[in-house]
C-alpha cells in the first residue's frame, strides 16, 4: 500500500486503486487524478514548514473529493444544461453534487486551486464555479468517452482554456437575426400563401441555416473547396434557399406547378423537398466555395453514405497525386450531414456509415454531424422510439465528440460549428452535434400533432419561435429596438411578396428539351478491343512484381498460369480477363475502383489483386505498377456491410466519370441488405434528380447446391426495376464477354449502372476459358447463338438462357439433334432484333425454350416472357423450363438440387411435339 493516506469510508477502494495505478505508471489514470496525486506527493512530502492540513488524511479525502467533483463536472455537466427550449428541466445528475464526493460546500473554499491543476491564486471553489459556467450553462459538452487523451486535452484546453470562440459580435448577432428572419419569414409566408401544402418546415430547428452558414464559411476560410451537405426533407426547402441559393421564386414556382418541363415522358421528377442543388458561395475576405446538398429520397439517413463517397471522389480528385497510394486532399472539402433525432438511432445505416469513417478505403477526413433534433419522431415519442438518453447517444459507440445546444440560443449553435471545424482540423475526425429544438407543427402541415402530443403542442403554441427568441435578447442587449425588429421583418415579407406577385403573373417556364431520352444508346459502337501485343505486355508486368517479394508459392505457380493462357491453346479464365480489362483501362488513363467483401482476393480466390509476402507480411498490388498508365487503381476489402458501402460506391460514381467505380457482394444473395439503395438510387436517380452513375454491381450468382442464400442474386428484382433505358444488366457466359463489358462500361459516353451475374463454377471452367483473339478482336455480344452443328434445317427447338446453365446444357446437348442453344449475355436493354434474327435463321423451328435454373416466379422469366414473344411472333409455343414456383430461392439439401438441376437438363434437351406440352406458354 502506498504512503498516501487515504483512510476514508468514501471511495477508498477506488481511489488506492488509482494510486496505485499511478506510482506504476502516472499516464495510466486520467490527467486530473495524474494533477491530484502529484500535488498530494508534493504537499505530503514537502521538506520543512508543511501545514498540519497538508498532510492530514481529512484534508487529503477533501481534495480527492474535490478532484472527484472537478472530473464529474467535466463529464456529466451537459445533464445540467437547460437544453430544451421548451423548458423542460435537465436531468442534472448525483455526481454533480459535492456530497456525492464526501465534501460539502464550504470545502472547497479551504482547497487551493493548485492542489486540483488550476491556478494559484483560486480556491477550489472558484475553479468548480468557473467549471460549472463552463460546462453546465448553454452548451453540454461529451467528450470524455473518446479513448485518446490527446483528443481530451485539446478540448479541455480549447473549452476552459478559452481557445473556443463562444460569442459573436454585435455585427454578427445581427446578422443572425436576419438570417432567422428570413428563414421564418419564408415559412411563415409559404404557410399562409399556400395552406394545406406540405412543406415540411424547419420551424423550431431554425438555427440549422446559420448553423450551415457558420460550416460552410468556416471550411472555406480553412481551406475547403467544397462542401457536400445531406439530409432529409424536413427544413430542405429552407436549406435550398437560403444556403444553396435557390432562387425564391423558384420555390414559389414549385408551389405553383410551374416548374418547367421536359421533352422527355422519362424525367418524372421528385417532390420540392428531395431535390438537390448546388451553388458557389463568395466570402467577404476572398474566399470562395462550392457547396452541394444532394437530393435524396423520404427514405431516411439513406443519403448519409451517399455523401461520403461523393466526398472521397471530390478529395481524391484534388489530390496532389494519382498514384495509387496517394492520400486524398481530404481538407478540400467537408462533408455535413443534416440527421433526424428518431431516425439517427432508429436507422442501422447511421451506424454503418459511421464505420466507414476511419477506414483507409472510406474515410473523409470527419463529417460534421447535425442532429436536428425535433423531440418528436411523426408521432412517437423519444420514450417509444430509442433506448437511449440522448438522441446522439449512438456515436459514442465510435467515439464520436458530441455537443449539444438549445436551438433557441443561435450563438451556443454556431460556437457549436466552430468548435466542430477546430476539432476536425486538428484530428481528422466526425463530430456530432446535437441541436435540440422541437417542431412547430404536425409531421407536414396538414398533420394534427396534439391527436397524438396535445402537451407538448400546447407548449409549442405558447412558445416563442427562435426569431422571436433571439430578437428579445439584442433588444435586451441595447442592440436593436423593437421598431428595428418589426422593420426587418416587413422588409423581408415585403420582399416576399413581390417575388410570388411576379411568379403568379409569369407564365409557367417553356419546354426545356434537356431531359434524358428513353432510346437505348448506341453501345455497340464502343470500340472494347485491345491489341494482343498490348495484351502480352500488361500480362507480363502483372505477373511481375519486386524480386525480394515472396507471395506465397502456391499462389503464384496458380498465377504463373496466366502467362501461358495467352498463348495458343487459350485458357484466359475469369479473374485473369478481369485484370487484363482493368489494366488496359489504367494504360488508357480511366481510373479502377473495386470494392467488396473480400475483395481484394475475391470470394472464390480468382482475383488476387492484393498479393502478400508470406514471409513479411507485405503486400502488393501489380495493377498499381503499370508503368505507363495513368489512372489509378484502388482495390479495398469493405466492412461487412452492404448498403453503407454500395451506397458510398454510387456516390462516389456520380462525380468521378472517368472511374470505373465497382462493388462487389460477396455472394449476389446478399445485395438485397443493399435493397433501398438499389431502388432509389441506382435504379430512378435519373429519371427523379436528372444524376447519373456509372456504378457496376458484381453479384455471385448460380445454383450450385448452395443453398437459399448461396444461389440467387435475385436477377428479377433487378429486371422489375428496368425501364427507360435506366440501367444495362447483363448475365456474361465467357471470360472475354466479360473483358468487353467492363471495358464498354468504363469508355461509353452515357453513364448507367452495370449490374452483372457473375458465375461461380464457371470462373476456372475449363470449357468456358477465352483465348486472346477473343480480347483483341470483336466486342461484347448481347447475344450469343451456338450454330448447331447438324445444321440449321435440322433445328427444331431453340433454347435460350443464360450464364451458368448454357454450359450445364452444352454438355449434353451434342447428344441430342434438333437442338440449337442460344445464349442471352445482356437482359436489359432487351435485344429483340437480336433475338428476332436468330429465331429467323432456323427455317424447321418448332418450338422456343426459355431454360433457367430459378424458380419460375423468380429469374428472368417474368421479364422475358412477354419480350421473346414479341420477338418470336404468334405462331412458335414458347414453353419454360424451370424450377416451379417456389417462396424460397434454392433447395438446402444436395440431393433435391441434383434432381432439380438434372431434370432441367433433361427438359430442356427433350425435344418433343410441341403442340399440348405441357407447361407451354403461348401468346
Known sequence: ?????????????????????????????????????????????????????????????????????????????????????????????????????????????????????????????????????????????????????????????????????????????????????????????????????????????????????????????????????????????????????????????????????????????????????????????????????????????????????????????????????????????????????????????????????????????????????????????????????????????????????????????????????????????????????????????????????????????????????????????????????????????????????????????????????????????????????????????????PSDFKPLPKLAKLLERRRAALGDAGGIDWGHAEALALGSLLMQGVSVRLTGQDSERGTFSHRQAVLHDYERGTSYAPLQHIPGATGRFEVYNSPLSEMAVLAFEYGFSVVAPRTLVIWEAQYGDFANVAQPIIDQFIASDRAKWGQDSGVVLLLPHGYEGGGPEHSSARLERFLQLAAENNMRIAYPSTPAQYFHILRRQALASDRRPLVLMQPKSLLRLPQAASHLSDLSSGRFRTVIDDAAAQGLERVRRVVLCTGKLYYDLAGQAAKNGGIALVRVDELYPWPHEEIARVIDRYPALEEVVWAQEEPKNMGAWSFVAPRLRAAVGNTLPIRYIGRPERASPAEGYATSHTEQQTKIVTDALAVSDPVGTAGAARG
Not at 424525367?267 to 475576405?285: F, I, M, P, Q
Not at 411578396?497 to 417553356?510: E, F, G, N, S, W
Open 1 to 545: 500500500m502506498s504512503s498516501l493516506p487515504i483512510t476514508s469510508a468514501f471511495n477508498d477502494g477506488y481511489i488506492a486503486g488509482l494510486y496505485e495505478s499511478f506510482l506504476r505508471d502516472p499516464a495510466s489514470v486520467d490527467s486530473s487524478w495524474r494533477q491530484f496525486f502529484s500535488v498530494a506527493q508534493s504537499i505530503a512530502g514537502a521538506p520543512g514548514g508543511v501545514s498540519a492540513s497538508a498532510t492530514d488524511p481529512g484534508y487529503l479525502r477533501k481534495v480527492a473529493g474535490a478532484a472527484g467533483l472537478v472530473q464529474a463536472i467535466r463529464q456529466y455537466g451537459h445533464l445540467d444544461v437547460q437544453l430544451d427550449p421548451l423548458g423542460s428541466p435537465p436531468l442534472s445528475a448525483a455526481e454533480l453534487k459535492p456530497e456525492f464526493h464526501g465534501i460539502v460546500s464550504a470545502d472547497l473554499e479551504t482547497i487551493p486551486g493548485a492542489a486540483l491543476g488550476f491556478d494559484e491564486d483560486e480556491t477550489a471553489a472558484a475553479a468548480v464555479a468557473r467549471l460549472r459556467r463552463i460546462y453546465s450553462s448553454t452548451i453540454g459538452f461529451e467528450f470524455e468517452h473518446i479513448e485518446e487523451e490527446a483528443e481530451r486535452d485539446w478540448f479541455r484546453r480549447a473549452i476552459e482554456g478559452g481557445e473556443m470562440r463562444r460569442t459573436l459580435s454585435p455585427d454578427e448577432k445581427k446578422v443572425v437575426l436576419r438570417r432567422l428572419t428570413e428563414v421564418d419569414g419564408l415559412e411563415r409566408f409559404l404557410g399562409f400563401a399556400y395552406q394545406g401544402y406540405k412543406r415540411f418546415s424547419i420551424e423550431g430547428t431554425d438555427a440549422l441555416v446559420p448553423m450551415l452558414d457558420a460550416a460552410i464559411n468556416g471550411a472555406a476560410r480553412a481551406g475547403a473547396q467544397e462542401v457536400v451537405i445531406g439530409m432529409a426533407h424536413r427544413g430542405r426547402i429552407n436549406v435550398l434557399t437560403h444556403v444553396l441559393d435557390k432562387p425564391v421564386a423558384a420555390i414559389f414556382e414549385d408551389f405553383e406547378g410551374k416548374h418547367a418541363s421536359t421533352s422527355t415522358p422519362n424525367d418524372t421528377g421528385d417532390v420540392k423537398y428531395h431535390l438537390g442543388a448546388r451553388t458557389v458561395r463568395e466570402l467577404s475576405t476572398g474566399e470562395s466555395v462550392h457547396v452541394v446538398l444532394l437530393p435524396n429520397p423520404s427514405h431516411l439517413e439513406m443519403v448519409n453514405p451517399v455523401v461520403e463517397g461523393v466526398a472521397r471522389a471530390l478529395q481524391q480528385a484534388r489530390s496532389e497525386s494519382t498514384a495509387a497510394d496517394a492520400s486524398p486532399n481530404e481538407a478540400s472539402v467537408l462533408p455535413v450531414l443534416v440527421h433526424g433525432d428518431a431516425a439517427f438511432p432508429g436507422e442501422g445505416v447511421v451506424a454503418e456509415t459511421f464505420n466507414l469513417s476511419y477506414l483507409r478505403g472510406y474515410r473523409t477526413g470527419g463529417t460534421l454531424h447535425i442532429i436536428s433534433n425535433n423531440q418528436v419522431g411523426f408521432t412517437t415519442d423519444p420514450r417509444d422510439g430509442r433506448s437511449t438518453y440522448y438522441a446522439s447517444d449512438l456515436a459514442k459507440g465510435f467515439e464520436v465528440p458530441i455537443v449539444h445546444v438549445n436551438g433557441d440560443d443561435a450563438e451556443a449553435c454556431i460556437a457549436a460549428v466552430w468548435l466542430g471545424l477546430a476539432y476536425r482540423a486538428r484530428f481528422g475526425k466526425d463530430f456530432l452535434i446535437d441541436l435540440v429544438g422541437y417542431r412547430r407543427h404536425g409531421h407536414n402541415e396538414t398533420d394534427e400533432p396534439a391527436f397524438t402530443q396535445p402537451l407538448l403542442y400546447a407548449a409549442i403554441r405558447s412558445h416563442q419561435t427562435p426569431r422571436e427568441v433571439w430578437a428579445g435578447r439584442l433588444v435586451r442587449e441595447g442592440l436593436l429596438s423593437d421598431d428595428d425588429v418589426k422593420a426587418l421583418d416587413a422588409e423581408v415579407q415585403a420582399a416576399f411578396d413581390r417575388i410570388l406577385t411576379q411568379v403568379k403573373a409569369a407564365p409557367a417556364p417553356a419546354e426545356n428539351g434537356n431531359g434524358h431520352h428513353g432510346a437505348a444508346p448506341d453501345l455497340a459502337s464502343v470500340d472494347t478491343s485491345v491489341r494482343p501485343d498490348v495484351l502480352r505486355s500488361l500480362n507480363d508486368r502483372l505477373l511481375a512484381w
